[in-house]
Each structure stands twice: as structure tokens, then as C-alpha cells.
Antibody
Framework: QVQLQESGPGLVKASQTLSLRCTVS??????????WGWIRQHPGKGLEYIAH???????YYNPSLKSRVTMSVDRSKNQFSLTVNSLTAADTATYYC??????????????WGQGTMVTVSS | SSDLTQDPAVSVALGQTVTITCRGA??????ASWYQQRPGQAPVLVIY???NRPSGIPDRFSGSRSGNTVSLTITGAQAEDEADYYC???????????FGGGTKVTVL
């Protein structure tokens, strides 16, 4: 079955850059119609969409985060990544990777990773 | 603030029916999806598209849409349905995804 697994540092310092990776298993990251995304959740808060990307490299970003985030795809490793720069304490959250799948306009995040907690320290 | 608005909390008696709503302008153009998140767990997709359930989701979960409002109904709520529920869809531009603020469902 399709599985996603996040990896990355649990603790990073403010002003530095966070790099997270999501490893996809059970399906090719190049599967037609599959987009790959990142969502985060601040402690005790709701879900916040960060970005999503197609295997071709076409990426879409939350306008409120666009200046600080970048997504990329590594098809050879069946992985995709997220970098967030200029970190502040407000970036402390659980970060989830997920697959966005389905017809445009009715697509959904159907498969999620377990999430990885990231703490930004001063 | 979110482009999609949900009531913060709702309660339902065991075995009864509860409906959660999500409102937003973009919902007149795009379908919404619904996710269940139990404490300490990742979200799980429960409804997508017009009213589709992924494999393994009980049929007591159903979705509907009217104008700029989408609804998730749990018919015959069970104790295990106590969770946070989030709607999501596209924003007005269609290029980005947005989530509602979430609704906490308590089963009494």
C-alpha cells in the first residue's frame, strides 16, 4: 500500500533553514495525477496548507508562506522535500507530507505521513 | 484567518446524528474534502468529491453541498467518531489549497 514517511531534524535554531524530506513507498512519485504536498499543524491548532508539487517540478505555495518555502522532487529516490528559511518560533509545528490526488476541483489529500514535530529554538 | 469557516465545536449523543458545516466562497466552484483527526494521530480522509468515501470509511459518514456550504453528516455517531474534523478545498484562484479551522466533535 502507499505509504509516506517524513524525516528531518526535530530541533532547529531560529533564523536557520529547515529541510524536511518525504519518502514515498508503494507508488511512483511520477504517477499521473498525483501531487505531493506539505501541511503543518501548530501545537493545539488547526491544519495549515504549505505547498504542493507535481513530479515535473511545478509547485504551488501558500501565499502567506511563499517567500520562505521551496519544494522539490527527487524522482530517482521517490522523495520530495520542503525547505523553510528564516525560521522563527512561529514555525514550531508538526509537519505532515501527503498525497493530493484526484480530478482537479475534487482532489483530496488521501494518504498522509505520520508527521514529524519540529521545534524552533532561540 | 481561513477562507473556509467551520463551527469550533459540536456535541452529539451516542447513536444520534450530527452535521458539521463548512462555508466559503470557493465552495461554489470546487468540491470539499473532509478529514478526521483523532488526538495524536495524522488526519484521515473520510469524504471527498461529491460524496465519496475512501475504502475503509464507514457508511455512517456522508457529505453534501448547497451553495457555498458543504456538510459532513455522521449518522449514528459512535464513540470512536470523537475527533477533530477539517474541511479543505481550493481557494478562489484554484491554485492553492485551504483548510477550514476545524470542528471538535464530542460524543456524549
Amino acid at each position: 500500500q502507499v505509504q509516506l514517511q517524513e524525516s528531518g531534524p526535530g530541533l532547529v535554531k531560529a533564523s536557520q533553514t529547515l529541510s524536511l524530506r518525504c519518502t514515498v513507498s508503494g507508488v511512483s512519485i511520477s504517477t499521473f495525477g498525483s501531487y505531493w504536498g506539505w501541511i503543518r499543524q501548530h501545537p493545539g491548532k488547526g491544519l495549515e496548507y504549505i505547498a504542493h508539487i507535481y513530479h515535473t517540478g511545478s509547485a504551488y505555495y501558500n501565499p502567506s508562506l511563499k517567500s520562505r518555502v521551496t519544494m522539490s522532487v527527487d524522482r530517482s529516490k521517490n522523495q520530495f522535500s520542503l525547505t523553510v528559511n528564516s525560521l522563527t518560533a512561529a514555525d514550531t509545528a508538526t509537519y505532515y507530507c501527503a498525497r493530493l490526488y484526484g480530478d482537479y476541483g475534487s482532489d483530496a489529500f488521501d494518504i498522509w505521513g505520520q508527521g514529524t514535530m519540529v521545534t524552533v529554538s532561540s | 484567518s481561513s477562507d473556509l469557516t467551520q463551527d469550533p465545536a459540536v456535541s452529539v449523543a451516542l447513536g444520534q446524528t450530527v452535521t458539521i458545516t463548512c462555508r466559503g466562497a470557493s465552495l461554489t466552484s470546487y468540491y470539499a474534502s473532509w478529514y478526521q483527526q483523532r488526538p495524536g494521530q495524522a488526519p484521515v480522509l473520510v469524504i471527498y468529491g461529491e460524496n465519496n468515501r475512501p475504502s475503509g470509511i464507514p457508511d455512517r459518514f456522508s457529505g453534501s453541498r448547497s451553495g457555498n456550504t458543504v456538510s459532513l453528516t455522521i449518522t449514528g455517531a459512535q464513540a470512536e467518531d470523537e475527533a477533530d474534523y477539517y474541511c479543505n478545498s481550493r481557494d478562489n484562484s484554484g491554485n492553492h489549497v485551504v483548510f477550514g479551522g476545524g470542528t471538535k466533535v464530542t460524543v456524549l
